[in-house]
């Protein structure tokens, strides 16, 4: 209804609160969708919260959820935020060499993974200068 | 039973005019002004508004006086009123304005749906 970045930072600031405190993986979904929704046009606005973004991803997260939120993150990545991401993906290899890759986790694990080397792949191509911080744990 | 009789007044407007439930849209605002339930209240807003917005508005104006209203309306009658808004602006964007701060309020609402709804209504 609006342009004005002030009124679109209470929408999103609403937005991550909401994901903050629902625990049902539905709502945080739909949520989400709503946000990446918003990044069409406002991308600029929602970096400034790409920390609360990364937050949401964690250890019981259903994979889609994760999935949403490596896509946004993927899109929202800038030189001004480069650094946060990059300690996020160093983060978040080391976990997903940790997960359990047996039995019943197997294809939830490999898929995370998948994921994660797809959206690792897609900003070490625009930013070059992040590849050794991820090669090391990715070698591990 | 009063928010349905309500409805059904709604409804009798919707199909025959203004004319058949001129004299009771003093009735309504009454009741929505001392009505204790939240359902009733939503519904005498949502008709009321329908019928004759001006009234409807003015009433809103006089609610949002109060110290803490958002805290006070109760999440339906938050949603009912962030609908009417949205349609008011899309009627006539030149009130946009006006109406911004309102939904700017509602933003402070403790109910997630409440929520949910403003933070779609101002993007």
Redesign the interface.
């Known amino acids: 209804m609006t342009t004005a970045p002030s009124a679109i930072k209470v929408a999103i600031q609403s937005f991550l609160n909401l994901l903050q405190e629902q625990n049902d993986n539905n709502i945080k979904i739909i949520v989400l969708d709503k946000i990446l929704e918003l990044r069409k046009q406002y991308a600029k606005l929602i970096e400034d919260y790409i920390t609360d973004i990364l937050s949401l991803i964690k250890d019981d997260g259903s994979l889609e959820i994760n999935q949403k939120v490596l896509e946004l993150t993927t899109m929202l990545v800038s030189p001004r935020n480069i650094k946060e991401v990059r300690a996020f993906l160093e983060r978040e290899i080391a976990r997903a060499c940790k997960m359990e890759d047996h039995g019943a986790q197997a294809t939830i694990t490999n898929e995370y993974r998948y994921l994660l080397i797809k959206s690792i792949n897609q900003i070490t191509q625009s930013y070059p200068e992040t590849i050794p911080t991820v090669l090391s744990p990715l070698m591990a | 039973m009063r928010r349905n009789a309500i409805m059904c007044i709604y409804a009798v407007f919707q199909n025959f005019g203004l004319e058949i439930v001129d004299n009771c849209i003093d009735e309504i605002e009454n009741i929505l002004i001392s009505e204790s339930d939240i359902s009733t209240k939503r519904n005498a807003f949502l008709v009321l508004f329908n019928i004759e917005n001006e009234r409807a508005l003015k009433y809103l104006a006089t609610v949002l006086q109060a110290e803490d209203p958002i805290a006070e309306m109760g999440d339906i009658f938050q949603l009912s009123v962030l609908e009417m808004l949205?349609k008011l602006?899309r009627e006539d964007p030149s009130q946009?304005s006006k109406h911004?701060n309102t939904i700017?309020m509602m933003?402070n609402s403790k109910s997630?749906s409440v929520?949910?709804e403003?933070?779609?209504?101002?993007?």
């Open positions: 949205r602006c946009k911004m700017f933003s997630s929520l949910f403003c933070a779609s209504t101002i993007v």
